[in-house]
């Protein structure tokens, strides 16, 4: 993105909101970039950003209200609202694709493999189709209804979203949801991607792959040595399963150019699934499948900076080394990304050249799925005037408990600075400076980022182990 602007400015994040429009408007009441005004959504000042990182849909029982918010606010500011693609977004995707009464004809086990001829190792040790019916008590028999509520809870990790999207529809016809039928909730998921008004077209239309700004690299997922500057040609999902090492593709070793590449991708994906949405011209695949798959792990090469993270299952994983210096090397200070919940605040990951990967997946942030409970927001100040100044990190919010957090990342020089976002012994990262910069606060995560312990250490400690490690702090 070229940058214009005249003075400082303020770059709002939030990511992985996944329907729980609750959430939304909690961030947006502590937002110092977004606000409401008379019912609409509104940016404060004349330069700032907002930046959804992705996954919209699915989980927080109000799909439908954030939706309209996220487009009402891109709507209104197309240069300044960007809308990062999610694995939740594009998994939807299918709908146009894949799913129409044709299946009723097919046994479960071949309605199964025709929506999902090829699936990622997740979704492989997931319950099939037919387990799921006799699992149910259900007769062997294909049925939209049955198939859908398949397909949320075993394939797209949404069990209750059939009845949310019931409820929906309800409080905007104001009737019970009992008067809401199986066959209307099916027609409106369906509609959603089908019709150009639909919710999952707009978004899909509207989204990006990656947002670059000033200094500040925006993805769902992350980067990887295995995608950092890297962008496929399109490709089967087969393709992706079967590959051994990256797909045929470009290397772009400008940021700018590997963005505008990946975006290029995205809407060329986007405008087959329109035009072609059962079979790509070349015969090889549905239309726009590589944009699809871009939601899926199909094998360990990591092309995707959607769903390749810097969080394994239990803990925070190091940048490696190559992607941090593609990185720096093109003048990047700040990844923002989600995909993977980090518990009940952001959380900062150091890079070996002195910036920063910082992880905000908060709303799903404790293993009894207490969604929304904590709140934060990332804000990057920038300054357009000198491009080669860092940029300045502000993190705040409240934790699950409610407990308020606010801090900002201090500048490069400064003694704090290279002691956040560093692996310690047994599991423990450093994650902000306390409030009197005497000790770092540090984090240790089980089960899946749901169990949070938190200590402090003395500055002087961390700064002792991190010397001491093989490499200095740095190292």
């Given at each position: 993105?070229?940058?214009?602007?005249?003075?400082?400015?303020?770059?709002?994040?939030?990511?992985?909101?996944?329907?729980?429009?609750?959430?939304?408007?909690?961030?947006?009441?502590?937002?110092?970039?977004?606000?409401?005004?008379?019912?609409?959504?509104?940016?404060?000042?004349?330069?700032?950003?907002?930046?959804?990182?992705?996954?919209?849909?699915?989980?927080?029982?109000?799909?439908?209200?954030?939706?309209?918010?996220?487009?009402?606010?891109?709507?209104?500011?197309?240069?300044?609202?960007?809308?990062?693609?999610?694995?939740?977004?594009?998994?939807?995707?299918?709908?146009?694709?894949?799913?129409?009464?044709?299946?009723?004809?097919?046994?479960?086990?071949?309605?199964?493999?025709?929506?999902?001829?090829?699936?990622?190792?997740?979704?492989?040790?997931?319950?099939?189709?037919?387990?799921?019916?006799?699992?149910?008590?259900?007769?062997?028999?294909?049925?939209?209804?049955?198939?859908?509520?398949?397909?949320?809870?075993?394939?797209?990790?949404?069990?209750?979203?059939?009845?949310?999207?019931?409820?929906?529809?309800?409080?905007?016809?104001?009737?019970?949801?009992?008067?809401?039928?199986?066959?209307?909730?099916?027609?409106?998921?369906?509609?959603?991607?089908?019709?150009?008004?639909?919710?999952?077209?707009?978004?899909?239309?509207?989204?990006?792959?990656?947002?670059?700004?000033?200094?500040?690299?925006?993805?769902?997922?992350?980067?990887?040595?295995?995608?950092?500057?890297?962008?496929?040609?399109?490709?089967?999902?087969?393709?992706?399963?079967?590959?051994?090492?990256?797909?045929?593709?470009?290397?772009?070793?400008?940021?700018?150019?590997?963005?505008?590449?990946?975006?290029?991708?995205?809407?060329?994906?986007?405008?087959?699934?329109?035009?072609h949405p059962h079979r790509a011209p070349d015969g090889s695949r549905t239309g726009g499948e590589y944009l699809r798959s871009f939601a899926y792990r199909y094998t360990p090469v990591l092309y995707s900076v959607m769903v390749n993270s810097p969080i394994n299952p239990t803990t925070l994983c190091p940048i490696d080394r190559e992607a941090g210096q593609y990185l720096f090397d093109n003048g990047i200070d700040t990844v923002c990304c989600g995909h993977q919940p980090t518990g009940d605040s952001p959380t900062l990951v150091a890079t070996e050249q002195g910036g920063f990967v910082i992880v905000a997946d908060n709303s799903y942030c404790a293993a009894d799925n207490s969604r929304g409970q904590a709140v934060a927001e990332v804000l990057l100040e920038q300054d357009a005037r000198r491009p080669d100044r860092r940029v300045q990190v502000h993190i705040r919010g409240s934790h699950a408990d409610g407990r308020p957090f606010e801090y900002s990342v201090p500048p490069k020089g400064d003694r704090i600075a290279p002691l956040l976002g560093r692996p310690l012994p047994d599991g423990w990262w450093t994650k902000m400076p306390s409030a009197d910069r005497t000790h770092i606060v540090c984090h240790k995560t089980t089960n899946r980022f749901f169990s949070i312990q938190y200590k402090e250490l003395p500055v002087e400690a961390v700064e002792q182990y991190l010397r001491h490690r093989e490499g200095g702090p740095n190292g």
């Open positions: 993105m070229k940058c214009t602007l005249l003075r400082r400015y303020l770059i709002s994040y939030l990511t992985d909101v996944e329907g729980d429009f609750r959430y939304f408007n909690r961030f947006v009441d502590m937002s110092r970039v977004v606000t409401r005004d008379n019912g609409k959504y509104r940016l404060r000042g004349a330069d700032s950003h907002f930046v959804f990182g992705g996954d919209s849909f699915d989980l927080g029982g109000g799909d439908w209200a954030l939706s309209d918010a996220l487009l009402q606010l891109k709507a209104d500011y197309p240069e300044r609202v960007h809308l990062i693609l999610g694995n939740r977004d594009v998994n939807k995707m299918v709908f146009r694709t894949s799913l129409d009464r044709h299946l009723e004809r097919l046994s479960p086990a071949e309605a199964h493999r025709a929506v999902y001829a090829v699936e990622s190792p997740i979704q492989q040790r997931a319950m099939g189709y037919a387990e799921y019916l006799e699992k149910q008590g259900l007769p062997p028999r294909t049925t939209m209804p049955t198939f859908m509520k398949w397909l949320f809870r075993c394939r797209m990790g949404s069990p209750n979203v059939f009845e949310d999207r019931r409820a929906e529809i309800a409080q905007r016809r104001r009737c019970d949801t009992g008067a809401v039928t199986d066959e209307e909730v099916i027609e409106h998921f369906m509609a959603s991607a089908a019709a150009e008004g639909g919710m999952v077209y707009r978004y899909l239309q509207q989204g990006q792959m990656a947002a670059l700004i000033g200094r500040s690299l925006f993805v769902h997922g992350g980067v990887t040595w295995q995608n950092v500057g890297y962008c496929p040609y399109p490709f089967s999902a087969a393709a992706a399963y079967s590959a051994t090492a990256l797909l045929p593709g470009t290397m772009h070793a400008s940021a700018p150019e590997w963005v505008a590449a990946l975006n290029r991708l995205t809407r060329e994906g986007f405008e087959e699934w329109v035009a």
